[in-house]
């Protein structure tokens, strides 16, 4: 119990006093998770949609296989993209192993399948309330999946968000393809890790408490943005 | 402007799973006024409606109007029997019709506001359609059908689900629009509704037309027995 | 020798006037835990201009990196291993740069009385009589090879212990920890272990022994097998580790009055 007593302090204190590392690991906290999660929205937020309207061969399996990949080990992710981004391995050439985008490409693959889940699941909803609507009404496919994107627009916030929330938290992965190198690749979770191994676990309790409180200051932002629309509009 | 009318049916048939939903039906639409088809639940009027409007598939036959079909669509509007509304606010769901066409910005501000007066909702503009009471949100369904100003509109049991009041707005609306120069067609299984609003008639049966005709003789000396006894309120099995 | 000094000055000079250049190292988390990298790169970057950016992994792993080219040298402490790094041509050459010891920790209480061992043979086998709690790196680390060849020269198989023996496969840090919440006996290095936050219950009950020598070595991984890598850099850098003013770095490294390292390299 002390011990979590002295991180709360050290959190406190690390914060208030600005300490510059402190805030090097955060902000590259941030750029890794919320990169990946920009990359990640711009390709499930399409495809969840696509899947629920759309009606195709192998519709069942890709929604079967999509639902599956969510529960992919992050840690197994890191090794395979390690492999693949290791100069001795097929993408070697681009150099980019232990380097902040190797972090996000490994994210991305973690959260893509659960936000595209997540959006298939609310814009199929959605469709089966609006499918009469919009056939009668002659919508091309792209009107559709706009009008369902916004409409369902916070159900879609609510999977980037739970994106968000993997992302931020995971370490395994970001682990193995990074390196956390100090001043390049270390990023909250890594550091936690690093000082927790050191034995130095008030340290690693402060960062703890640091990334919760990041976590959940994203999400009460991201919440207060989307409310400054009226009351009752939403 | 070429009008899309007429409508002609030949022969269609439609079946679903092995069973026959209508058929054979062949029947033409054409001229100014509202058409009430009635019959029993389970005749096939709705799948008629859909068949006429072209969201159902049908297995035999042709459904035609006096243009191609993909440009026939653009000047019909469907209301449903339980209405759908978007989760927008009253005025963009007026909006919405107009958008898809890439209207003008000012042209759909307009045609909102004149279509929020005549359906009465200029006052609930930013409440959310789906909290709107039954009878608003049908005649925010007719609004919107109607702010394109389709040649045809379908309209299926619109008043089924709403009270006196509510029916009695919606029935004004339609005679307005069919005053406007709209064909209306219409299903009911409300005999009363049915003699005020219709100019001509279809009784619907086992999904064929029984019978039909203009409608002071169809009301008033129908030929069939079944039409007889539907308007006696039997039950036909 | 003195050309060497000369050579290395020279870089000093011509190198602080060049941009910051990467430089990717592989060490050992033995390595790292003891602190010492903190003292150093910061000189370096000051000295060469020369940004290090350390992947601090267990020597398997390091050797697998300078394996596959993916870092540029390493700098680990398993000589037979290091020699068929050279032998099977990933790296250029083997240079000795500092050496500390294996310190062997335990319970205070010391249940297997390894206080009073002659030797760390000695120890084992009275650990391994005792069989009392001990952890293991379990990682094929130095530290891990370091205490196999022990263990066989205590006449002991520890392929064939029992429970009371925890391989965790971990740096040296967590085994530590490990060791701290078990109260367990482990076989660390002293740098890591003066530098450790967590002892605990645990402290340092035998060391002393010329067999438990801990000799660091660097080796730049070999560019005719990896032509992106920064050999030159990697050269720069083992200059300077092998330089006075290294020696002076690391021999002046102390926690609580106790040096860590001591520094050996010599003039090839």
Redesign the interface.
Known sequence: MNDIFEGLVSAVWLVISLDPELIEISVRSLQVTLGALVVSCAIALPLGTFLAIRRFRYRRLTISVLNALMGLPPVVVGLVVYILLSRSGPFGVMGLLFTPTAMVIAQVIIITPLIASITHQAMRELWAEYHDLLISLNTSQRQRIKTLVWDGRRNLLTAALAGFGRGIGEVGAIMIVGGNIDHATRVLTTAIALETGKGDFSLALALGFVLIALAIGVNICIHWLSRTEQEGRW | MTTILPLTLQDVWVRRRGKRLIGPVSTTLSGDGITIIVGPNGSGKTTLLKVM?G?ARISDGAVNWAVPHSEA??HQG?V?QTP?M????VADNLR??LQ?RGMKKDEIERRMADWAQKTGLQDHL???AT?LSGGEKQRLALGRALIRRPEVLFLDEPCANLDGASTRDIEALLTEARDAGTRIIMTTHNIGQAKRLADDAIFMLHGAIKENGLAEAFFETPQSTELKAFFRGDIIA | MMTRVLGAVAAVFLASTAVAEDIKLAVTTSFDNSGLSDVLLPVIKEDLGLDVQLLVVGTGQALRLGQAGDVDAILVHSRAAEEAFVAEGYGTHRREIMYNDFVFIGPQSDPAGIGVATSAANALQLIGATEPAFVSRGDDSGTHKKELSLWSTAGLDAGGFGDWYREVGAGMGASLNTAAGLNAYILADRASWLNFGNKADLALLFAGDPALFNQYAYLPVNPERHGHVRNDLAIQLEEWLVSPRAAELINGYTINGETLFTFNATPE
């Open positions: 409007h969201v669509q653009h469907y449903f759908i978007l989760r927008r606010s919405y019709p898809l930013e409440i959310s909290r």
